[in-house]
């Protein structure tokens, strides 16, 4: 059995910060990573001559002004791009621009019309009701254009009915109806106004990987291969899938707060987390030996609503970085959302490529005869539900664990919606307060 005062599990970037957090302390810490290499979700391949990301993901900075200034990250910014997001909304073979809610006027006439009409006869609940974000939605945006696009977008992106999930909890990143941007769209005019996602960055060489390769750049303490099986957490030992156990005395962990809650001895947390719920995304990124339709040029991502199409997303690499895949190709991602539940019950080849293949052509975005690579990614733990019992469960879930000295980290440690920016300054935090 080895020695650790602490103890780091998952080496994706919050894991990755928190362990030069330690070492810069003068602690003795290891990182113990399941997979072959650290990254986490925020990895990149290399296949065929094409870089892919595990989906799309790309850096939105609102505390650190670049790259550079990521603590540990060790990235200088003229190895990084900006870009000011061009996104849209496909709705009856049209691009829209997004945000949907601020671009009414470029609907179909008819469409705008009632988008209009039922906008103006919302009926809007009182400031601090507990209501669900189907609800939510409805008050905010109307009948319309809620069942347009903003409720078939997120229940194809979550995999739940949005009646299950608590608007308290996704007011954060969902922000309340602005009703002067509303009404400026509907005149047909442009409103600027501050978005968490207007502008990101994104590597001028390589895939978001970049950014995983200068975090783990100096460290010295990572074991790959070694993902965690048990956690006896009154011993405080962890048993690793190689057979190694280790004994610590304070225990960080970036793995999904459900599966953590499941391996240890306890069983007052494994009860807790069967009460948490996520969706599953199916990825299929694409390499495509052809030149990029027309309509597609300069277009970052596009969100598909229609629910008769099986992607809820579809983004375009080659569109934000063309280094990233060779000349005369174009690179992209496709995104399939569903709930975890029902990931082990379908053939992702038999039953959902095909239809991803066809729709695709169908929409004139790849023909399949031109797909010269295709990678596909599972995403078991893709997004959080932010369900009505998530707040309390985690609360609960926390306040027990801290009392073994575990203390999660990181999007899927805390169980939430944040950023890559967010899960560091979240491991910081937390090194920060058990020193």
Request: hydrophobic share 40%; aromatic share 10%.
């Amino acid at each position: 059995m080895q020695k650790k005062d602490y103890i780091i599990l998952g080496g994706g970037i919050s894991g990755l910060t928190a362990a030069h957090a330690l070492q810069e302390a003068g602690c003795k810490s290891v990182v113990l990573e399941a997979c072959p290499s650290v990254g986490g979700l925020t990895r990149s391949i290399n296949v065929d001559d094409f870089c892919f990301d595990y989906t799309g993901h790309f850096l939105h900075l609102a505390c650190f002004p670049s790259p550079q200034d990521i603590p540990y990250a060790g990235v200088k910014n003229t190895d990084w791009g900006t870009h000011e997001r061009k996104s849209f909304c496909f709705i009856d073979g049209q691009l829209i621009p997004a945000p949907i809610q601020y671009n009414l006027k470029q609907l179909p006439p008819q469409k705008f019309a009632a988008c209009v009409e039922s906008y103006n006869k919302r009926a809007p609940f009182p400031p601090n009701a507990e209501i669900s974000f189907h609800d939510y939605l409805l008050s905010g945006f109307g009948t319309y254009l809620s069942n347009l696009f903003l409720i078939p977008q997120n229940e194809k992106t979550l995999g739940i009915s949005l009646d299950r999930i608590s608007a308290k909890s996704v007011k954060r990143f969902f922000p309340p109806s602005d009703e002067t941007r509303i009404r400026a769209g509907i005149e047909g005019e442009s409103y600027t106004a501050a978005e968490y996602n207007a502008m990101f960055w994104y590597p001028l060489k390589g895939g978001i990987g970049t950014l995983v390769a200068g975090l783990e750049r100096g460290l010295s303490n990572v074991q790959v291969l070694q993902g965690a099986v048990a956690v006896d957490v009154e011993n405080k030992i962890v048993a690793t899938k190689s057979g190694e156990s280790w004994k610590w005395d304070v225990l960080l962990s970036s793995i999904p707060l459900p599966n953590l809650c499941r391996i240890t001895n306890d069983q007052q947390l494994a009860a807790l987390a069967n009460n948490l719920s996520h969706s599953s995304t199916i990825v299929f990124n694409l390499g495509v030996h052809a030149p990029l339709p027309s309509q597609l040029k300069g277009i970052h991502w596009i969100y598909v609503p229609d629910r008769a199409i099986p992607f809820y997303r579809v983004g375009f690499y080659s569109n934000i970085n063309q280094g990233i895949c060779p000349m005369d190709c174009y690179s992209l991602y496709v995104e399939v959302g569903l709930n975890s539940a029902d990931l082990d019950t379908i053939n992702i080849i038999e039953d959902i490529q095909p239809k991803v293949f066809n729709t695709l052509s169908a929409l004139g975005w790849v023909q399949q005869k031109n797909i010269v690579c295709s990678v596909v990614h599972v995403i078991r733990c893709a997004y959080v539900h932010h369900t009505f019992e998530r707040e309390r469960l985690i609360e609960k879930i926390c306040k027990r664990l801290e009392s073994f000295n575990i203390y999660p980290i990181g999007r899927y440690g805390l169980w939430d919606y944040i950023s890559m920016e967010d899960s560091i300054i979240s491991a910081m935090e937390v090194v920060k307060r058990v020193l």
